[in-house]
């Protein structure tokens, strides 16, 4: 559709090796709309598209990964993107075909490159936000206790939570009983963990190795068996209440919240395929007894990205929403001493 025939007498090439340092940051919005791996920065791409091609030459990747190729091709055209990249660019978007062996590579590249009407995009995304804040808002609702001197101490005030910690539990191999981890092996002044703790019960010195994991029974979403998989709690919760942010260990009211979703069922679709098998998959296996990919996440998570999934899949704009990322709201998200961190982290299921 766009290319035009090569003819060697009349049609000539040149451009001098591209000889200069690149750094982009990885901070830009369209950048960190979707995590992927050797993922490159669109605007160190549009540096060699600019410097080797003229506006409507055709750019290919065939190793496309999440598409960033196609992001620097189309921004080759946009006066607002090209700001910092001096006078003498040769300024108009180029045409790319993008191609990866990767499924997923392929849909993250789709939802970058895919045109989309971005008025009807902000007006859905708000309408399916304030739809979703309706159906689940109250599965994030925890209690504050005002401490301060005024008409309201030590009444409780309606709060929002921006994330729960869980904690795995433990079994004493000397007397049986159950360790909270995050409260026997945390030390929060040295801000790390300890290598030995004691049971609270028999004051034994344990090391993590030492103690099995504690198991709780639950019904598979998939075969609807009873099935046992490693027991965790809510240690910790962190909330934002008018414009200050809180933490504060679960009360009786969040328990009994969690009690209540546990024991809801989901009414919208969610993927509960089992783990493949793999090097990487066994671990989560054999470590917690997971082996569907609903288990990756709590229910309450589970419910509000089920919910959400639901309502872009009836947006005539919803091929733009695939890249709201579920990874950071599961399981694999750790903890890191009071830094929820950006991402994933190594080491985590």
């Known amino acids: 559709e766009y290319g035009t025939p090569y003819n060697e007498a009349t049609d000539t090439y040149h451009r001098e ?12 919005a369209i950048y960190t709309a979707h995590t992927y791996h050797t993922k490159v920065p669109y605007k160190a791409i549009m540096r060699y598209i600019l ?47 993008l191609s990866d ?14 045109k989309c009407n971005l008025t009807q995009f902000l007006d859905d995304a708000d309408r399916i936000i304030e739809e979703c804040d309706r159906i689940c808002g109250w599965m994030y609702e925890t209690h504050h206790i005002s401490t301060e001197r005024s008409l309201f101490e030590n009444t409780p005030i309606k709060a929002r939570i921006n994330y729960v910690v869980w904690s795995d539990v433990f079994v004493c191999p000397n007397c049986g009983e159950e360790l909270v981890f995050y409260n026997v092996a945390l030390d929060e002044k040295a801000g790390k963990v300890k290598d030995t703790f004691v049971c609270t019960r028999c004051g034994a010195n344990l090391k993590k190795g030492d103690c099995e994991r504690a198991l709780e029974v639950g019904t598979s979403d998939t075969t609807q068996e009873l ?49 493949p098998d793999g090097c990487n998959t066994q671990q989560p296996i054999s470590s917690h007894h997971f ?12 419910y509000v990205l089920a919910c959400l999934n639901h309502l872009i899949a009836e947006s005539p704009v919803r091929i733009a929403f695939q890249s709201m990322n579920p990874t950071l709201s599961s399981k694999l998200v750790r903890y890191n001493m009071g830094n929820r961190g950006s991402g994933p982290l190594n080491g985590t299921l």
Not at 60 to 83: K, N, P, R
Not at 101 to 114: F, M, V
Not at 258 to 263: G, V
């Open 17 to 28: 090796p591209f000889a200069a340092d690149v750094s982009e940051g990885k901070t830009d």
């Open 51 to 97: 410097h080797y091609t003229n506006p409507g030459d055709i750019v290919f990747d065939g190793f496309a990964g999440s598409g960033m190729t196609g992001v620097a091709a189309q921004m080759c055209g946009d006066e607002y993107a090209l700001a910092g990249f001096g006078r003498n660019v040769k300024s108009g978007a180029r045409r790319a075909i």
């Open 101 to 114: 062996l990767s499924p997923a590579a392929q849909q993250i590249t789709n939802g970058y490159n895919r």
């Open 227 to 275: 099935i046992s998989y490693a027991k965790q709690v809510p240690v910790l919760i962190n909330y934002i209440c008018g414009t200050k942010k809180y933490t504060k260990k679960p009360d009786q009211f969040d328990l009994d919240l969690i009690d209540k979703i546990n024991h809801m069922e989901i009414p919208y679709w969610y993927p509960k395929d089992s783990l």
């Open 291 to 302: 082996t569907t990919v609903n288990q990756f996440y709590t229910k309450r998570n589970l």
